[in-house]
């Protein structure tokens, strides 16, 4: 994609199951169509819940407990994409990334990420993981010191320039201190905005589906001043629910430089089919503003709803890994 070589922009796979590890990622890869991947606990659920590419491996595993089970069967799948992965990150260690998240019931430990996410990268073996690390503030102090480590990061679950600004503080400090070419992203979440707003702008003569963008905008141009080439800001959420937005809006409305966006495989058919790669137009950071006091004026909380949307995604991915676990055990 010439995107790449002209404005740093990545597209990254947000999926990953076994089979498709085997087939059509590699057919992604092989086409230049992706640079990278991410995974998340509720990803891993469908996966290891739908697929029947995973049943011998837990039935070989029966006599552990359900989240060695899981782990084995991440890691498994994460090696897979680390090794598949690795020629691209040998030539461009900005891409050719895998992510795998530590368990989202740590979120609030960071003593117990940091450990988790040392052994994970040390059982995984490979340069090209990166560890995922929700946005809280236990998590800031174990983005600081895993990035410092030369364990390269994925910040995760970021919905306001609030959360940007820790993250790439955290990010920043954690590289400067490393005797490696760390990386890191920090993974900005964009259409849960819209699901949340939308009924209620169109109702208020708003225009909708555009605080997700602008939102993220802002927390691009707070990564952006920190001024690392290490640390790279990623689009994540951004797949359409409905049939109000076209299938790739989130990626072609956020083609950024020096960006990233990671995007279930439905929307990235949708997008390479346009053969239409051109970078976005950049709402400037004084329009994002003025829209955020628009917001205000009208008695949306855009700091509020931020807050509740965090809650939220770390939430569900508990709940993600709840499930996946009580499914492991009845298997076992």
């Keep these: 994609m010439s995107l790449k070589s ?53 039935a070989m595993l029966q006599a552990n407990d359900s989240k060695k089970i899981y782990e084995e069967l991440a890691v498994t799948d994460i090696k897979r994409a680390a090794e598949l992965l690795h020629p691209l990150y040998e030539v461009d260690s900005d891409d050719g990334f895998i992510s795998i ?8 430990d960071s003593l117990a990420t940091i450990e988790e996410g040392i052994r994970l990268h040390k059982t995984i073996g490979y340069d090209n993981v990166m560890i995922k690390v929700p946005a809280t503030q236990a998590g800031y102090i174990a983005m600081e010191k895993l ?10 679950l970021i919905f306001s320039p609030i959360q940007a600004i820790e993250c790439a503080k955290a990010l920043n400090n954690g590289i400067k201190k490393s005797d490696k070419d760390t990386k890191a992203v920090i993974s900005i979440f964009v ?3 819209d699901r949340q707003l939308d009924d209620q702008l169109i109702l208020l003569n708003i225009k909708p589906s555009k605080t997700g963008i602008v939102n993220a905008t802002k927390c691009y141009y707070e990564i952006e001043k920190f001024n690392n080439k290490n640390i790279r800001t990623l689009f994540a959420s951004t797949g359409v629910k409905g049939d109000r937005l076209d299938s790739s809006y989130y990626i072609e409305n956020l083609i950024y430089p020096n960006t990233i966006n990671t995007a279930p495989l439905d929307t990235i058919n949708s997008f390479i089919k346009k053969d239409q ?32 949307l965090l809650k939220d995604g770390l939430e569900s991915f508990k709940v993600s890994f709840k499930n996946m676990l009580n499914k492991l055990k009845v298997e076992n």
């Design 101 to 108: 998240e530590v368990d989202p019931m740590l979120s609030d």
């Design 147 to 156: 990035t410092s480590l030369g364990i390269s990061v994925n910040a995760t």
């Design 277 to 308: 790669f051109n970078s976005s137009v950049i709402i400037s950071e004084e329009e994002c503003n003025q829209y955020v006091t628009m917001l205000n004026d009208k008695n949306i909380n855009i700091e509020i709803i931020s807050e509740q």
């Design 6 to 58: 002209k404005i740093n922009f990545s597209l990254w796979c947000d999926f990953i199951e076994r089979d498709f590890l085997e087939d059509n990622f590699q057919k992604l890869l092989r086409n230049d169509i992706i640079q990278g991947a991410t995974s998340n606990p509720a990803i891993f659920e469908q996966s290891i819940s739908t697929s029947d590419a995973y049943s011998q491996q837990i």
């Design 191 to 193: 259409s849960r905005f």
